[in-house]
């Protein structure tokens, strides 16, 4: 304990890090770990060293943001929460590091937007939303990336307007 920041470290049989934790300590030693860390870090690695896992925490104890990578070092998901406690995005990707899909959320817990990627990291699907959960507009690609079609939607969910196009692009 150092200025009232605490570390802990956990180990592999063989030694090698397992978990690491920073924070703040500011309860008393009875509460829940996430409870007794404020700015506070938890990390985990893979034996080969890479980190696996990473929570932050915002100073009221709440969770700000998750962060897991594939044992090859590459990101998996990254997930982040609004002081409030929902999600204000969650975003996925493929082994190879190229994103797999994005959700953001508006503080209310309502979707706000979602993308959806090619394992080649070309746009799949593109849906953003009203505040009211109606769907807003809807965009479809092809793999090469071209636009395949688009959608805009009244907030009421009548379609505004709509296109279609063929994978050349015209």
């Not at 896992?53 to 104890?61: M, V």
């Not at 594939?70 to 995005?89: D, L, P, T, V």
């Not at 080649?120 to 079609?149: F, P, R, T």
Request: negative net charge; aromatic residues 20%.
């Amino acid at each position: 304990d150092h200025n009232g920041v605490t570390y802990e470290w956990e180990y592999y049989t063989d030694g090698s890090v397992f978990r690491y934790k920073v924070g703040k300590t500011e309860f008393s030693d009875d509460t829940p770990l996430t409870d007794t860390f404020s700015l506070g870090m938890v990390l985990e690695y893979y034996k080969n060293g890479n980190e696996k896992e990473s929570i932050s925490y915002y100073e009221n104890g709440q969770v700000s943001n998750i962060y897991r990578q594939y044992e090859n070092g590459k990101r998996q998901e990254h997930i982040r929460y609004y002081k409030n406690g929902n999600k204000e995005s969650h975003n996925t990707y493929y082994e190879n590091g190229n994103g797999k899909e994005d959700i953001y959320y508006y503080e209310n817990g309502n979707r706000k937007e979602d993308k959806y990627y090619y394992e080649n990291g070309n746009c799949i699907e593109n849906i953003s939303y009203y505040e009211n959960g109606q769907v807003q507009a809807e965009y479809l690609y092809y793999e090469n990336g071209n636009e395949k079609e688009w959608t805009l939607y009244y907030e009421n969910g009548q379609v505004r307007d709509k296109n279609v196009y063929y994978e050349n692009g015209k």
